[in-house]
C-alpha cells in the first residue's frame, strides 16, 4: 500500500502563553511596586528659586559626631538620650524654625550620623550638614 505519512513540521509559534505569562508578570511587579515603601532619609536640597536668609550662626545648635560615635552637642559630651531630649526641647521652642548644624569626621561610622538625622526627622528639626574642615 502506499500510504504517505504525514509528518509536516509546524513553524508556527503559540504566543497565546507567553502573553499570558507577561501579563501575569506585569500585574506582579505593578502591585509589589506600589506596596514597596524604601527606607531612605528625606533629604531637602537647597533651590535657588526662593530666595531666603540663611540662619544665623550663634543661633544654631551644633551637634558633632565623633569618630568613636560620641555625640557633642555644642562642644559638650552627651549621649544619645540626652542628645533625643535637646531634639525634643529644641522642638518645641522654635517649632518650624529649629534647625541644628551637624558635623563628623571622616573616620565617624555612618550609623551614628544616621542616628542624629532619624531624632531630627522625629522631632522636625532642620539639619544643615557641615563637611569636615
Known sequence: MGLKKRSKVSAEFNMSSLTDIIFLLLIFFMLTSSLINPNAINLKLPSSSKVRTPPSQ???TKIRVGSTGNFYVNGKKTSVSNLEKTMRNLAQKKGKNANIVLEWGSKT??????????????YHVNTILAAEK
Open 58 to 60: 550663634s543661633k544654631l
Open 109 to 122: 561610622g555612618v550609623e551614628h550620623v544616621v542616628t542624629v538625622m532619624d531624632l531630627a526627622l522625629k
